[in-house]
Nanobody
Framework: QVQLVESGGGLVQTGGSLRLSCAASGNIFTINVMGWYRQAPGKQRELVAA???????NYADSVKGRFTISRDNAKNTVYLQMNNLKPEDTAVYYCNADLIYVDYGSHYALDYWGKGTLVTVSL
């Protein structure tokens, strides 16, 4: 099976920085796109940033210029560097991986989610 484990969330003041990490493990054949989503209380889950295996990135307008997504393909790990954090960035951040894994010699494509890590930005 496959697991996505996030780390790096926490409490930070407005203007501060945090770095989230998400490591994928298991019988992974390849990971196409890795991304970060977030869900604030009472709101729908939204895309924050995504990155392909080739390094192409996509950001939500609200985080452009403040957040940077990167990945280490050898470690199946994706990072989200968050700078100049604002109270409206407060949310549970979820890692997502569009991947192919191997089970008993067969390949399966799936969209995996981590359990989430809470980011709280105080005034």
């Amino acid at each position: 099976q496959v697991q996505l484990v996030e780390s790096g969330g926490g409490l930070v003041q407005t203007g501060g920085s945090l770095r989230l990490s998400c490591a994928a493990s298991g019988n992974i054949f390849t990971i196409n796109v890795m991304g970060w989503y977030r869900q604030a209380p009472g709101k729908q889950r939204e895309l924050v940033a995504a990155i392909t295996s080739g390094g192409s990135t996509n950001y939500a307008d609200s985080v452009k210029g403040r957040f940077t997504i990167s990945r280490d393909n050898a470690k199946n790990t994706v990072y989200l560097q968050m700078n100049n954090l604002k109270p409206e960035d407060t949310a549970v951040y979820y890692c997502n991986a569009d991947l192919i894994y191997v089970d008993y010699g067969s390949h399966y494509a799936l969209d995996y989610w981590g359990k989430g890590t809470l980011v709280t930005v105080s005034l």
